[in-house]
């Protein structure tokens, strides 16, 4: 009982997902997951500099290797090239899904609101 509930709390960390589409389905929990690309630049003179992901984005090294700053910024990416990818992270945000639409028209009920949808509801 106790072993199930742990399983359960396990999150996914959706190792089977393929990185070469922006977004997809996780083979593992079904969850839709967005690929996001990050990269660490120095804030002082602009260079990139190679991103670890950890908890959070920070670069690999403490110092900047060019002006000897500790200061960065991260900066997210529209697109990954072949040129950043050897600077960059990834990063997987699940994107949450509306179940169904049913669940809109209960929100709308309770904030008292009559709206379209709920004019449907009262019709039927
Ligand atoms: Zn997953
Ligand atoms: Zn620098």
């Not at 990050?38 to 992901?53: H, P």
């Not at 990954?80 to 899904?97: E, G, H, M, S, W």
């Not at 509306?98 to 904030?111: S, T």
Request: proline residues 3%; neutral net charge.
């Amino acid at each position: 009982m106790l072993i199930d509930f742990f399983k359960h709390k396990t999150e996914c960390n959706h190792e089977h997902l393929r990185s070469d589409l922006d977004e997809c389905y996780c083979p593992d929990c079904g969850a839709l997951v967005k690929n996001k690309w990050y990269m660490v630049r120095c804030s002082c003179c602009n260079i990139k500099r190679k991103a670890i992901s950890g908890y959070d984005i920070k670069p690999e090294s403490k110092f900047c290797p060019n002006c000897g700053s500790s200061d960065f910024y991260v900066q997210e990416l529209d697109d990954i090239n072949f040129t950043d990818i050897n600077y960059a992270v990834l990063k997987r945000v699940v994107i949450p899904q509306n179940l169904c639409a049913a669940n809109q028209i209960w929100i709308e009920k309770d904030n008292g609101l009559l709206t379209e949808n709920k004019l449907l509801e009262l019709r039927k």
